[in-house]
Every structure is written in C-alpha cells, then in structure tokens.
C-alpha cells in the first residue's frame, strides 16, 4: 500500500507520498521516479517520504511552502521524531539515492553525500499535518508498470526530440542550397556574362 497526500499550497499541486512500511519502502526505492525527491527524519526512524516535481525539475525548485509539507509529514511519520522538537530532515534526489545488496530492508545510502540537504524542523505544525491528512489516499499502484511507461513516454519525447533536431538540420542544408543556388544564377544573369545583338548579326535584317 502506498499512501498518497496532496499539497496544494502552490500551483500546481504537488503530489507526495510515502510507503506503508520498509517493505513498500523498497518498491519506491526501486521504482522511483527521476523527478522524485526523497525524504527522511535525520538519524531517526522514520517514513520515507517522497516529493513528486514536475518533469525537468530538481530539488532547487521546490517551493518554499511545499518543502515545509514535506518535512512536517516525515517528523509526522517518525515514531521517535514526531514527539521532538528542533529536529532535522534530510533530502535528496531520487537518483542519489544508493542502495547495495549488504543493506537491510528500507535502509538506503547515497552516492553523493555533498548532494543532501538539510531542512530544520522546529515543531510540529497542526495546521499543515491536518491539511495533508484531509487529502490522503490508500492505493495499491503497480510501481513497476507506472515506471515503464513513465521511462517509455521519455525515450518516446528524446525520439521525437531527435527527429526534430534531424529535420532542422536538413531544412538548413536545404535553404544554404537554395541561398548557393540562387546566388550562382544570379551570377549568371549578369550583364558581362551574357551576349547581346551587338555581339553578332541582328537577327531583324532582311536582304
């Protein structure tokens, strides 16, 4: 099961969402998306949490007011973190995210450590935590198949994308022939490259 919540502080609404438990934890792990951005309680046990942007977005992007969901939700879903105060949430990108066969179940690493930020978290906020709680949604998506089709939309775009960039190309070869072409017939057309009456018999006399 996976639980999903809408943030709509902004426009347009963020989706974010989080496994059951480390099980489902390891599906998203596995089958995220590049665009994901994941989230985690600071040395502390908690739910990961993970931000859905926009294609062609990163974690420079997220909204100021999104990235506060975000974290109240994860100190939300921590058993320890959420009776704490002054505590800190770490992010990164889905990509970062580093996983080798040694780890246990839910547990993760990463790959660049200077690639994970920090987001402090001051206390709970009753107001936010009761306004994703109000959007939240128990489904049981097949990540596996949303994620093949998600990669196959973008090999589709980058297809699409070459194509487009090959018919430029060619467009442009074709308008330097037609600018060669049409310099080279005007030339042609010169004065001092064609003849004249004057160059040989008129044509108009009769005997």
Not at 61 to 66: A, G, Q, R, T
Not at 106 to 121: C, D, L, N
Request: glycine share 4%; proline share 3%.
């Amino acid at each position: 099961m996976v639980f999903y919540f809408k943030s709509a502080v902004v426009e347009p609404p963020h989706t974010i969402y989080m496994g059951k438990d480390k099980y489902e934890n390891e599906d998203l792990i596995k089958y995220g998306w590049p665009e994901d951005i994941w989230f985690h309680v600071d040395k502390l046990s908690s739910a990961h949490v993970y931000l859905r942007m926009p294609k062609g977005k990163t974690m420079e992007d997220i909204p100021k007011e999104v990235l506060i969901d975000c974290a109240q939700l994860v100190k939300d879903n921590s058993i320890q973190g959420c009776k704490m105060n002054n505590i800190n949430v770490v992010y990164t990108q889905w990509s970062n995210l580093k996983k080798t066969g040694d780890m246990d179940v839910g547990q993760i690493g990463f790959h660049r450590q200077k690639e994970v930020k920090i987001v402090a978290v001051e206390k709970k906020i009753n107001e936010v935590v009761n306004r994703l709680e109000k959007t939240k949604q128990e489904l049981y998506p097949d990540l596996a198949a949303e994620k093949e089709n998600r990669d196959r939309e973008e090999r589709n775009e980058k297809k699409a994308q070459i194509q487009e960039q090959k018919k430029k190309e060619k467009d442009e070869i074709r308008k330097k022939k037609d600018i060669e072409d049409l310099r080279n017939y005007t030339s042609l057309m010169k004065s001092d490259n064609m003849t004249t009456n004057e160059d040989g018999n008129d044509s108009d006399d009769f005997m």
